[in-house]
Each structure stands twice: as C-alpha cells, then as structure tokens.
T-cell receptor
Framework: AQSVTQLGSHVSVSEGALVLLRCNYSSSVPPYLFWYVQYPNQGLQLLLKYTSAATLVKGINGFEAEFKKSETSFHLTKPSAHMSDAAEYFCAVTVNAGNMLTFGGGTRLMVKP | ETGVTQTPRHLVMGMTNKKSLKCEQHLGHNAMYWYKQSAKKPLELMFVYSLEERVENNSVPSRFSPECPNSSHLFLHLHTLQPEDSALYLC?????????????FGQGTRLTVV
C-alpha cells in the first residue's frame, strides 16, 4: 500500500518569499504523484502531476515540483509567493490504473503582506 | 455545464432524515469517486465506481449508500447519520486506464448532521 506524508500542517510565508511545501511518499512500485490546491469552500484543483517523464514538473500559477526517488520526495515550490496562493495544498499518490488517490494530510499556506 | 458538478452545495439534516447527494460529470470519464473530507483528517476515499460497477468500498458504514446509474451520474444516499458524519463530501471523476490521468473534483457538498 502507498502513503503520503506532508510535513507541516501550516506554513506561513511573506509575499514575495519562496514557497516550499514538503511531501514524502511511500510506495513499493513506481508512483504517480500529484499536487492539488483547495481554496475555501471549493473542491480540489490539480496543480501538477508526475508521471515518470521529467523529474522536474511545472504546473499552473508558477508552481513546480521535483521528483526525487532517492529521497522519496515530491516537494512543491514557487519562487515568489502571492497573496492569492493562500490555500490548502494536498499531495497525493496512486500506483495503479484505477486512479484511486491516497492523499496526505494537507498543508495550509498563509501568505503575509 | 462543464467539469464535475455537485448538488446541493450545503445540506443540513437531522439524524433521522434521508437525503441524497448528487454528482454529475461532463468529461466523458469512466470512473467516479466519493471522498470524505473531515476537519483535521486526511481525505478519505469512500467509494469507487468503474464503468458503473463498484470496485472499492473502504469499510464505509452502511448508512452511506452509493448509486451509479450511468457513467455520468453518481449519488450518495444518506440515512440515519451521526453528527460525526458532518464533513465536506467530494465527488471526482477520471478516465481509468492509465495511472497518470488526474482526477477532477467537484466543489463538494458541505454536510451538517444535527
């Protein structure tokens, strides 16, 4: 079975600062990895996904993530935070064609002016 | 209508009531899912339907009853719920076949059991 751990349930950064949200996974087979964002009272929106092609994945809104097999990590970064980035971010993994996602606990990103 | 649509957006129900949540996807996908999102708990997969057949039921109590009449519609029938069932219920769809296709989520139904 696969699992996902997101370190830090809350992260606070200043506007313009680097955003780093951490995700570590556990899987016995090559995983597919996803980052989703959830704004208040909304569903989940895909930011980016890793599908065994390039290890550095670029997503929407200036976010990117790097798959590091040796570290079993898939951390999400953005060079410069914007106020509109304040939301909850979820890392997820699946290993089969059923697309049954296993989610991490989520990280709430707060952006200070 | 595009994407995944859930109705109602908000629902308040008593413990003896019977209600249903509805999900509709306009993406031509062949798999649909119900997830439960509670405060301070990770998103939990409840049910999976693939080609209109249930393929996963993660030990969900029988007071939750899913129905998938066709590939575009998914229901969650609720009866005799408990206050701890209050949560955001999210529906998602995807195209099953390769693990690299993402799931698309609806905006959720905020359920409050009183």
């Amino acid at each position: 079975a696969q699992s996902v751990t997101q370190l830090g349930s809350h992260v606070s950064v200043s506007e313009g600062a680097l955003v780093l949200l951490r995700c570590n996974y556990s899987s016995s087979v090559p995983p597919y990895l996803f980052w989703y964002v959830q704004y208040p009272n909304q569903g989940l929106q895909l930011l980016l996904k890793y599908t065994s092609a390039a290890t550095l994945v670029k997503g929407i809104n200036g976010f990117e993530a790097e798959f590091k097999k040796s570290e079993t990590s898939f951390h999400l970064t953005k060079p410069s935070a914007h106020m509109s980035d304040a939301a909850e971010y979820f890392c997820a993994v699946t290993v089969n064609a059923g697309n049954m996602l296993t989610f991490g606990g989520g990280t709430r990103l707060m952006v200070k002016p | 209508e595009t994407g995944v649509t859930q109705t109602p957006r908000h629902l308040v129900m008593g413990m003896t009531n019977k209600k249903s949540l509805k999900c509709e996807q306009h993406l031509g996908h062949n798999a649909m899912y119900w997830y439960k999102q509670s405060a301070k708990k990770p998103l939990e997969l409840m049910f999976v339907y693939s080609l209109e057949e249930r393929v996963e039921n993660n030990s969900v109590p029988s007071r939750f009853s899913p129905e998938c009449p066709n590939s575009s519609h998914l229901f969650l029938h609720l009866h005799t719920l408990q206050p701890e069932d209050s949560a955001l219920y999210l529906c998602a769809s995807s195209q099953e076949g390769t693990g690299d296709t993402e799931a698309f989520f609806g905006q959720g139904t905020r359920l409050t059991v009183v």
